[in-house]
């Protein structure tokens, strides 16, 4: 597994992390037994980096990661990037020191720390975002070491570079996948020259970029996948990306066609994993973290972390396949 430095925390973390959303079961059921064996065996596959959030099932996803952490002892190596600021209405005037620290409070109890290794606001609206207020509360919150840092997780490209801006801002945490490149114009170049980590949310476009989708798959009622594709729930650029299902089912074709062009690698390689690749090895991405619903599929995603490099003719092939069908309805809107 490659590794990368994360941002202004100075820690290193996996090139493939964890993310932990589908562990709160808010899209489809998850035991947590079967979630404790995705976490073992992402850790065990070299995985030093989870990503949660304080409403992934009401908290169950913290609860689960600070139950198998305490499992694992004081050593585990693992670090924790949790969320906070969709507890509330999003009023900026709910991002408040007060919330703040019960929110912190809250997140501490479920994941059995003291300090938080990374807090990020969750995809706050843009007055938070540029609100020199809320910066001294979480500012505040590291003082009395409640948090050891934070960042933002972020909707759009302008909010990450205002927030890049930031002094303290230590991680960014946006879409990015081979159908959402903006951020590859400002955000990575920005975020290098402020020595802020990027983490690559989404990077499979909600399933969309392993190739196993076709237009009669269906998805359980509680998953995102179903109720959120008009973005009813939450900002419909979390669900395949905001791609069209139909137009990215024709992208994703594309893209596992581009895969089997790439000489050097295992014939077993995954499209999932020619998709994580290639996210890890931006320049300027810190970790990249696919969500995983069984031990299988975490050691597929981890094992895209020691993928060789794929190339400049891969580059212009993702960059051909995003110009040609996506960028007119992508680009504008994040």
């Given at each position: 597994?490659?590794?990368?430095?994360?941002?202004?925390?100075?820690?290193?973390?996996?090139?493939?992390?964890?993310?932990?959303?589908?562990?709160?079961?808010?899209?489809?059921e998850v035991s947590e037994a079967d979630a404790h064996q995705v976490l073992a065996a992402a850790a065990d596959s070299g995985v030093t980096f989870f990503d949660t959030a304080d409403v992934y099932g009401d908290g169950r996803s913290e609860q689960v990661i600070g139950r198998f952490l305490e499992e694992?002892?004081?050593?585990?190596?693992?670090?924790?990037?949790?969320?906070?600021?969709?507890?509330?209405?999003?009023?900026?005037?709910?991002?408040?020191?007060?919330?703040?620290?019960?929110?912190?409070?809250?997140?501490?109890?479920?994941?059995?720390?003291?300090?938080?290794?990374?807090?990020?606001?969750?995809?706050?609206?843009?007055?938070?975002?540029?609100?020199?207020?809320?910066?001294?509360?979480?500012?505040?919150?590291?003082?009395?070491?409640?948090?050891?840092?934070?960042?933002?997780?972020?909707?759009?490209?302008?909010?990450?570079?205002?927030?890049?801006?930031?002094?303290?801002?230590?991680?960014?945490?946006?879409?990015?996948?081979?159908?959402?490149?903006?951020?590859?114009?400002?955000?990575?170049?920005?975020?290098?020259?402020?020595?802020?980590?990027?983490?690559?949310?989404?990077?499979?476009?909600?399933?969309?970029?392993?190739?196993?989708?076709?237009?009669?798959?269906?998805?359980?009622?509680?998953?995102?996948?179903?109720?959120?594709?008009?973005?009813?729930?939450?900002?419909?650029?979390?669900?395949?990306?905001?791609?069209?299902?139909?137009?990215?089912?024709?992208?994703?074709?594309?893209?596992?066609?581009?895969?089997?062009?790439?000489?050097?690698?295992?014939?077993?390689?995954?499209?999932?994993?020619?998709?994580?690749?290639?996210?890890?090895?931006?320049?300027?991405?810190?970790?990249?973290?696919?969500?995983?619903?069984?031990?299988?599929?975490?050691?597929?995603?981890?094992?895209?972390?020691?993928?060789?490099?794929?190339?400049?003719?891969?580059?212009?092939?993702?960059?051909?396949?995003?110009?040609?069908?996506?960028?007119?309805?992508?680009?504008?809107?994040?």
């Amino acid at each position: 597994m490659q590794t990368r430095l994360l941002g202004k925390t100075h820690r290193t973390v996996s090139a493939v992390g964890l993310g932990t959303w589908q562990l709160g079961a808010d899209w489809g059921e998850v035991s947590e037994a079967d979630a404790h064996q995705v976490l073992a065996a992402a850790a065990d596959s070299g995985v030093t980096f989870f990503d949660t959030a304080d409403v992934y099932g009401d908290g169950r996803s913290e609860q689960v990661i600070g139950r198998f952490l305490e499992e694992r002892g004081a050593d585990h190596g693992i670090t924790v990037a949790t969320k906070m600021g969709r507890r509330m209405d999003q009023l900026p005037e709910n991002y408040s020191l007060e919330n703040f620290r019960a929110w912190t409070d809250r997140s501490r109890k479920n994941l059995g720390v003291d300090t938080l290794d990374l807090v990020q606001l969750h995809c706050p609206p843009t007055a938070v975002v540029n609100s020199d207020v809320v910066y001294d509360a979480l500012d505040t919150l590291v003082e009395e070491g409640a948090i050891a840092h934070y960042g933002l997780s972020v909707e759009t490209s302008e909010q990450a570079l205002a927030a890049i801006a930031r002094p303290n801002v230590a991680t960014i945490q946006i879409i990015l996948n081979a159908f959402r490149l903006k951020p590859l114009d400002a955000v990575l170049p920005a975020a290098r020259a402020a020595n802020v980590g990027i983490i690559a949310r989404v990077p499979l476009a909600s399933g969309l970029l392993t190739g196993k989708y076709t237009a009669e798959t269906t998805f359980a009622a509680n998953d995102h996948r179903t109720y959120n594709r008009d973005g009813s729930h939450f900002d419909v650029g979390e669900t395949f990306s905001g791609v069209d299902y139909s137009v990215g089912l024709e992208a994703a074709a594309r893209f596992a066609a581009l895969a089997q062009t790439v000489d050097g690698v295992s014939p077993e390689t995954t499209t999932a994993q020619f998709a994580l690749a290639w996210l890890a090895q931006l320049d300027g991405v810190s970790s990249v973290i696919p969500g995983a619903r069984s031990a299988d599929q975490a050691r597929a995603n981890t094992a895209a972390g020691s993928l060789p490099a794929l190339g400049d003719a891969f580059n212009a092939g993702v960059q051909e396949i995003y110009e040609s069908l996506l960028r007119a309805d992508i680009h504008p809107r994040w």
